[in-house]
């Protein structure tokens, strides 16, 4: 016979209810916060700080201050990408999920060759494509040059950079913003969409072209993420395509 609970114990069950309740409401406000800070601010602030730091900051290709550049530049880059790192990491743990859900898990030789295929064939298209548009007159490269490396620092804050941004940048507009905005849009197509014009937002210190490569990538990325269902390739491409640099300067 089934027992009948108390009104105490009936009380208990309420209680844990409305508990669980109001946690599941926290994780929610939680990762739209979070989702508003990766699609908005976060594209706006890097855009300003790269801008400014260019321009405001008396750093050009003519004459740069190099200290400037990596304190200016470099050290407060890599420090807001792991902040926001950290950040998707705290709002993952309060989802009470791992980080695997966002598809940081398949480190294997597999994705590795990928992502490095992949790196090959966009880059390359999206050379040839610059090579196009510069021969018609119809794309004037931008002028970042102030951004490159010059000294060994330089150029050893460039590849911890670069081993930030592809960490942090792949785990929020592709890992975290795909898989929790779909979430509420229920169109990977649209999704994709979104999470790529904020990526390319960020970009937009490299001029409209620049920015418009960058939403390429962005695509390019999001669809090789979602073939995989792992960051792991995402990673390595975008890696690969931010220490080009060092080898083969713009």
Known sequence: MEQIPSSGQEKDYNLNEISKSEENRHSRIGTIF????????????????????????????????????????????????????????LIILREKDNLSSIGLKGFNFNNLLIGIIF?????????????????????????????????????????????????????????????????????WWFTILIASLSFSLGHLYQGVIGMIFAGIYGVAFSLLFLWRKSLTPCIIAHFLQDITPLFAPI
Request: glycine share 4%; net charge positive.
């Open 34 to 89: 979070l989702l508003f800070f990766l699609l908005v601010i976060w594209p706006l602030s890097s855009y300003l700080l790269m801008s400014e730091s260019g321009q405001g900051s008396g750093l050009s290709a003519a004459g740069k201050d190099e200290l400037k550049v990596a304190t200016q530049i470099y050290i407060p880059t890599i420090l807001i990408q792991l902040l926001v790192f950290l950040l998707i990491f």
């Open 119 to 187: 790196w090959v064939v966009i880059s390359s298209f999206l050379l040839a494509l610059s090579l196009f548009l510069q021969f018609n007159k119809l794309f004037t490269p931008p002028e970042v040059t102030y951004l490159l490396p010059q000294t060994r620092i330089q150029k050893i804050l460039w590849v911890i950079m670069a081993s930030s941004a592809s960490l942090s940048e792949e785990s929020a507009f592709r890992g975290f913003v795909l898989t929790r905005l779909n979430f509420y849009l229920k169109n």
